[in-house]
Every structure is written in structure tokens, then in C-alpha cells.
């Protein structure tokens, strides 16, 4: 009798503790399925974990990367806006030349224009001291101070002298090749000739400010000698026409690069997050049916379990 009630009691002990097992694994599966997480601790996937770890880091490095590519793309979107509005600008003061030397031009009419150019001097102005975040685009790497210090006539406003007060240092981010590109364009290229200089280019000998303020001043005198010609203005502002382009085509190269880094960053973002889903997602169907493969067991345990007491109950009364 004595060693059936100790029989039994160790029967008992090891089905509380499967069912106690059991009980636990459904516990488990049912928060998985309800986070949609298959790691929820350490323990369920060690290996699993590690590989997650590391690929979030990458993922991390990844978007550190992307932020600067992104305010790299800003600011070469800034200043190609910047460039096509010089462009723009310069085409009109071309025109204006052109329309000068007509010999069929009255005083009066070369007056209207000096004034035209008085604005569009202006305007180049402004489109030099272009700003973004508080940042002066043209400025080389000096970008808290303006590109671009003017000089007017006390007595009539006009514009007399526009000085650079940048630097030619070219702005640079890393690609991810381990290159670099760069996202500015300068102002003034005065002691760097390898970079084009925007307004004022020290290869061609062209300042564009100087070169305006020339041809208003000479038609501000009705004087069309000098305008056409082998060195003329108008020869001086075809070169600064250049100058401009080659900037944008400049920029426009640049932003081309990082265009590329972008989709490569975009492609491995993807190809990583597929990878830590893989790792980290549940697969809720498979588990859902683990949970009722489970279920029926605990259930049909619990049953046998039942009849088991009773049996042993009936043998010992």
C-alpha cells in the first residue's frame, strides 16, 4: 500500500509539472502572437538576437548617413535654384547689352536700360548672399558671413562696388564609396583656379558685378564704345555666362552622386529591415497552430490525468 501511494505521488508531481510546462509554452506563444514578435527575451533566440543587434546597427550607421545626404541634396537643390535665377537674371543683362549697342538707341532710351541694370546688379546681388538655414551658400566654408559686401553711392543709391568676403574652400560629404563630393559652389574662386568661381573667376578674369556696373555706367553716359567687340562688355558677359553654367553643370554632377547614394541607401535599407523581419517577426500562423497543437495536448492530459486520479483513488480506499 505504502509504496503505491508513492508511485503515485511521483506520477502526480511529474504531470503537475508537464502540465505547469505546458501551461507556460502556451503562455509564451500567446505573447508572441499578440506582439508579433518571435524574440521577446534573450533567452528565446540568442543567436537570433545577436544577428538582430548587428543588423540594427548597420541599419542605424545607415540612417546616420542618410541624414547628411539628405541636407547635402538640400543644399545642392538651394543652390542649383540659386544658379538657374542667376542664369536667368544674366540672360536679361545680356539682352540689355545687346539692345545697347543699337545704334538706333536714343540717350533716353540707354538711360531706361542703365536703370534696368541698376535692379538686375541688384538682384545678382541678392541671388550671391542667398542664404539657407542662416548659411551663406557662396561663401566657401565661411558660411556665417556674407558672400558679398556692397558699396553704393551715398547720393544716388546706385552700386558702386560689390566685394567677396567668402573663402574658396569647397564644402564635401563622404560618399558611400568612401569618395567625396562637392555640394557648393563658390562665389569668388580667388586662390583655388581647380573650382570655377560663380561671380568673380579668377581663370577667365571676369567679376560679373564689376562687368554690370561697367555697362551701367556707360549707359548711364550714353557711351556705347567698348560694348561689342574683341574685349568688350559684351564679351566680358558671355564669359560670366559661362562661369554660371559651369557651376551648375558643377552642381548639377554632384547632385547626381548623391542621387545614386540615396537609391544604394534606400536598396540596403530595404534589403536589411527584410533581413531583421525575418529574424525578429513572428509567423503567426505557424504559431497560432504550435498554441492549438498545445492546447489539445494540455487538454487531453488534463483528461487522462483526471481519469488516472480517479483509478488510483478507487485502489486505495
Not at 548597420?58 to 538651394?78: G, H
Not at 538682384?123 to 553704393?152: D, L
Not at 574652400?169 to 555640394?183: A, H, M, Y
Not at 560663380?198 to 555706367?217: H, K, M, P, Q, Y
Request: hydrophobic share 35%.
Amino acid at each position: 500500500m505504502s509504496m503505491g501511494r508513492v508511485s503515485m505521488n511521483g506520477l502526480t508531481q511529474r504531470m503537475i509539472s508537464k502540465l505547469t510546462d505546458s501551461v507556460k509554452s502556451q503562455e509564451e506563444l500567446f505573447e508572441k502572437i499578440s506582439s508579433g514578435k518571435n524574440i521577446l527575451r534573450p533567452s528565446d533566440d540568442p543567436i537570433g538576437l545577436s544577428r538582430s543587434m548587428g543588423l540594427n546597427d548597420n541599419l542605424n550607421r545607415l540612417s546616420e548617413y542618410e541624414n547628411v545626404i539628405s541636407a547635402a541634396d538640400v543644399w545642392t537643390n538651394i543652390t542649383t535654384a540659386s544658379l538657374d535665377s542667376a542664369t536667368s537674371t544674366w540672360k536679361r543683362v545680356n539682352e540689355v547689352a545687346i539692345g545697347a549697342a543699337d545704334g538706333t538707341k536714343t540717350a533716353e532710351d540707354r538711360l531706361a536700360m542703365a536703370e534696368e541694370l541698376e535692379q538686375l546688379l541688384q538682384h545678382m546681388i541678392q541671388i550671391g548672399n542667398t542664404t539657407h538655414g542662416g548659411r551663406y551658400i557662396f561663401s566657401g566654408s565661411k558660411t556665417q558671413t556674407p558672400a558679398f559686401n556692397v558699396e553704393t553711392d551715398p547720393n544716388t543709391g546706385r552700386v558702386t562696388g560689390v566685394f567677396f568676403q567668402g573663402n574658396s574652400e569647397t564644402r564635401e560629404v563622404k560618399t558611400k564609396d568612401g569618395g567625396v563630393v562637392p555640394i557648393n559652389a563658390l562665389g569668388s574662386n580667388g586662390g583655388n583656379p581647380d573650382v570655377p568661381g560663380t561671380f568673380i573667376d579668377s581663370t577667365s578674369g571676369v567679376n560679373a558685378f564689376n562687368t554690370l556696373i561697367e555697362l551701367r555706367d556707360k549707359l548711364l553716359n550714353n557711351d556705347t564704345i567698348g560694348l561689342s567687340g574683341e574685349g568688350g562688355v559684351i564679351e566680358d558677359i558671355e564669359k560670366a555666362a559661362r562661369n554660371i553654367t559651369t557651376s551648375q553643370v558643377r552642381v548639377g554632377g554632384s547632385q547626381e552622386i548623391l542621387e545614386l547614394d540615396k537609391n544604394r541607401l534606400i536598396e540596403q535599407n530595404s534589403i536589411i529591415e527584410q533581413r531583421i523581419s525575418e529574424i525578429e517577426d513572428a509567423d503567426t500562423v505557424q504559431l497560432i497552430l504550435e498554441l492549438n497543437n498545445i492546447q489539445n495536448v494540455y487538454e487531453a492530459a488534463l483528461s487522462a490525468g483526471g481519469k488516472l486520479f480517479q483509478q488510483g483513488l478507487l485502489n486505495f480506499i
